[in-house]
């Protein structure tokens, strides 16, 4: 006779979080990952911290031995412009533990906890995969938007009709500094409000130690382009090094503050940093864009960027509606 147990699924916090979660996310390579998943327990544990600190709720879970977990999950209510009641959810299964069911519990810890904390919807990203696609769907998910990489190469650059924005002056956040001695915090305050509306932000919580975190260690003020509209910083895009393909940069954060869109200024930006890139003699510009969001796409488009297709270059994004609060005490 085989008896077969289910292994334990705990709730956790802290570094035994942040160890379990970047463990089973190192083992696997990078074009696989999703948004909100980290490689390293410093990053996670700075990611949960500042939801928490901004009373954001999240929650973690491990299934089985936290040193070599069979699958993790995480959610957070989501702190942009999704429809109110909103909740972010991923769920990792690791590819040995696949088929028994693992992915289904941590769906229904993650969806009954959300369901507790208020929640109206959970989205979750998978990458185009007919067993993700299988498993979503059985759970209830249906697939309401998608995310993908475009490209251009700056030899075959095409700049838009649509002249600059007037009364806009476009500089770096380098020389931003050296006129405004709180330069810092107004571009967090851009960043922040910028971060509201894109459809899946970098970092869901802008803070200012966070803020200051990234300019110093993954952005270079000289390569984050501010627009400026007399004393106000209205707009922003920031262009980084690829780690892993040398002469590539990726855009970031294109965004213009509400009351100032449609007057050119994101096709200013785009310009400015299309001629930065070619002063840092990078060869190709990539970035991600969320296909439904027609104004950054028609930019992008009218410079000529393309989709790029092949591993890791299109994630899909789910929505389950919780119409009730599941079954189990997680
Ligand atoms: C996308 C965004 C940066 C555009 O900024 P902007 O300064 O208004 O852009 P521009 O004025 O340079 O150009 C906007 C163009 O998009 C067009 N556009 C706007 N909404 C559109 C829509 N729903 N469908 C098609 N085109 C649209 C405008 O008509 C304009 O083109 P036109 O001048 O030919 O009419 C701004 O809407 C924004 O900040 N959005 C939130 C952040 C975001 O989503 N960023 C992109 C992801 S990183």
Not at 133 to 155: C, D, K, M, P, S
Not at 304 to 311: L, M, P, Q
């Amino acid at each position: 006779m085989s008896t077969t147990t289910t292994p334990p699924l705990q709730i956790v916090q802290g570094m035994a979080a942040a160890q379990a979660h970047a463990y089973l996310v190192a083992a696997i390579p990078a074009t696989q990952r999703c948004d909100y998943e980290y490689a390293t327990p410093y990053e996670i544990l700075h990611f949960d911290s500042d939801l928490r600190d901004a009373g954001i709720p999240i929650r973690r879970w491990i299934l089985g031995d936290s040193k070599d977990p069979l699958a993790t999950a995480f959610c957070f209510r989501a702190t942009w412009n999704t429809p109110r009641h909103t909740f972010w959810g991923h769920v990792r299964v690791r590819p040995d533990a696949m088929g028994q069911g693992y992915g289904s519990m941590l769906i229904q810890a993650m969806e009954h906890w959300a369901a507790t904390a208020g929640a109206q919807a959970v989205r979750l990203l998978a990458h185009p995969e007919p067993r993700h696609n299988t498993f979503l769907t059985n759970a209830g998910y249906v697939h309401i938007g998608t995310e993908q990489i475009y490209r251009v190469l700056l030899a075959d650059i095409t700049m838009p009709k649509r002249p600059d924005a007037s009364n806009i002056t476009i500089m770096t956040l380098a020389e931003y500094m050296q006129r405004e001695p709180d330069a810092i915090e107004q571009a967090c305050m851009l960043h922040a409000a910028v971060s509201l509306d894109v459809p899946m932000p970098d970092e869901p919580v802008v803070t200012l130690s966070k803020f200051r975190r990234l300019l110093g260690e993954e952005v270079n003020p000289s390569c984050f382009l501010l627009a400026v509209s007399g004393d106000m910083l209205v707009g922003e895009s920031i262009l980084m090094d690829s780690e892993s393909e040398p002469g590539v940069m990726w855009q970031h954060a294109t965004g213009v503050l509400p009351s100032f869109r449609g007057q050119g200024i994101a096709t200013s930006l785009k310009r400015e940093a299309i001629r930065l890139a070619q002063s840092l003699d990078t060869r190709e510009l990539k970035t991600w864009m969320e296909t439904s969001n027609a104004s950054i796409v028609k930019i992008n488009q009218e410079f000529g960027f393309t989709k790029v297709d092949g591993a890791g270059s299109t994630i899909l994004m789910y929505e389950h509606l919780i119409t009730h609060g599941g079954g189990n005490r997680y």
